[in-house]
């Protein structure tokens, strides 16, 4: 009986040993697949572990490009500044001189006409001398002078006014350096995931990060000359004395 | 005696754009690159009037005004905002801060002229 009772067990491993068997013939094929998947996958990963660490090595040099860029850009404006500031006040010297000049034929129109009255007759040399001189003619010049004069200074502050599109574009060279920064450090975060190689060295990186500016930047600054923007300021603090644009520019103009 | 402005940006280009329009009608001009700078200039300056920008690195323009309003001292001194931020709400907290002008950049150097001659002519 016990004979009988241990067959049955015998018989019932034996079973489960075929099942087992049969199970195996069905999973070595996709075994075998697994590993010709890994046989093909590893070198992918690897190149693309290699590229993600070729990327990265590269972003240091874009960013430090970027910073180039902001650093020249600074450079000219300041320049070009300088001359801006050194023509206005070559202008501010030439409007002087020639409010001078105003006063001078004004002066000499006085002196004319009182001389004129002292030596009623002259016959005719009076009209003569006066003519000679042209006070008026010379009078008109300096006055169309002083017209050419407003226009430059007008000129050179709309210039003033365009170069600063120099900071707006500076805040998004920042905004654009702080995403490859981030960029950077995803991808060595990434490649450290990835293999054993430990991630790219960053602190070059971080080094050119701290010659920006310090990272304070308006992602969204644009360069718009709208007066929009600034209407809207000025009613927001409502001082009680909300001035247009074109009103500045014609207390200015006097 | 001249005037005395403080500029706080941290932009060089600004504060030499606010430096040069300022200085030829006869302001002098304190720049500061940062809130920071700003703060430790001027218990030592007598300064008339403030401009600054909001975005700065260590202390920026808001706490910067919200410092020199909270300061019995300096709450009556004239602030000047010069920013690129220019939506409702930004414009809303710098008044809110206590600012009492706000200029959007890009700015025309003879509405700085302007409104700093309203505080101090």
Same mark, same amino acid.
Request: a negative charge.
């Given at each position: 009986m016990e004979n009988h009772s241990n067959m049955d067990q015998v018989f019932e491993k034996l079973g489960e040993l075929k099942s087992f068997?049969?199970?195996?013939?069905?999973?070595?094929?996709?075994?075998?697949?697994?590993?010709?998947?890994?046989?093909?996958?590893?070198?992918?990963?690897?190149?693309?572990?290699?590229?993600?660490?070729?990327?990265?090595?590269?972003?240091?040099?874009?960013?430090?490009?970027?910073?180039?860029?902001?650093?020249?850009?600074?450079?000219a404006t300041s320049e070009i500044l300088d001359i801006v500031d050194a023509m206005s006040m070559d202008l501010s010297k030439i409007k002087n001189?020639?409010?001078?000049?105003?006063?001078?034929?004004?002066n000499q129109r006085v002196a004319l006409e009182?001389?004129?009255?002292?030596?009623?007759?002259?016959?005719?040399?009076?009209?003569? #001398?006066?003519?000679?001189?042209?006070?008026?003619?010379?009078?008109?010049?300096v006055v169309s002078l002083e017209e050419i004069v407003k226009k430059i200074e007008g000129d050179s502050n709309n210039i003033t006014l365009s170069l600063q599109v120099q900071d707006i574009t500076s805040q998004q060279l920042a905004s654009v350096n702080h995403l490859i920064q981030s960029v950077q450090k995803r991808l060595s975060k990434l490649m450290n995931d990835l293999?054993?190689?430990?991630?790219?060295?960053?602190?070059e990186l971080e080094q050119e990060d701290e010659n920006t500016r310090s990272a304070t930047f308006n992602p969204d600054a644009r360069y718009e000359k709208s007066p929009d923007k600034q209407e809207l300021a000025n009613e927001l603090f409502n001082t009680g004395q909300k001035t247009s644009q074109d009103e500045i520019d014609k207390l200015f103009a006097k | 005696m001249?005037?005395?402005?403080?500029?706080?940006?941290?932009?060089?280009?600004?504060?030499?754009?606010?430096?040069?329009?300022?200085?030829?009608?006869?302001?002098?001009?304190?720049?500061?690159?940062?809130?920071?700078?700003? #703060?430790?200039?001027?218990?030592?300056?007598?300064?008339?009037?403030?401009?600054?920008?909001?975005?700065?690195?260590?202390?920026?323009?808001?706490?910067?005004i919200s410092t020199i309003r909270g300061n019995d001292e300096?709450?009556?001194?004239?602030?000047?905002?010069?920013?690129? #931020?220019?939506?409702?709400?930004?414009?809303?907290?710098?008044?809110?801060?206590?600012?009492?002008?706000?200029?959007?950049?890009?700015?025309?150097?003879?509405?700085?002229?302007?409104?700093v001659s309203k505080y101090l002519n």
């Open positions: 068997f049969v199970f195996g013939q069905k999973v070595v094929p996709v075994i075998q697949s697994i590993i010709d998947f890994m046989r093909d996958v590893v070198p992918l990963m690897e190149y693309v572990n290699n590229s993600i660490q070729e990327s990265a090595s590269k972003i240091p040099k874009a960013a430090s490009q970027i910073n180039s860029v902001t650093n020249a850009t600074e450079m001189e020639l409010a001078d000049l105003k006063n001078g034929f004004f009182s001389y004129g009255n002292q030596h009623p007759n002259l016959n005719g040399q009076f009209e003569a #001398l006066q003519s000679g001189l042209s006070i008026d003619e010379l009078e008109t010049k293999s054993k190689k430990g991630p790219v060295d960053v602190s | 001249k005037r005395v402005i403080l500029v706080a940006d941290d932009s060089p280009t600004i504060r030499k754009f606010v430096s040069v329009a300022l200085t030829v009608k006869g302001y002098e001009i304190i720049s500061c690159s940062d809130g920071m700078e700003a #703060l430790e200039k001027i218990p030592n300056n007598k300064i008339d009037l403030v401009i600054t920008d909001l975005n700065m690195p260590n202390v920026d323009g808001f706490q910067l300096l709450r009556e001194l004239p602030i000047i905002v010069l920013s690129s #931020l220019g939506s409702t709400e930004d414009i809303q907290r710098g008044l809110e801060c206590g600012a009492n002008s706000y200029l959007i950049k890009p700015f025309d150097p003879k509405r700085v002229i302007y409104e």
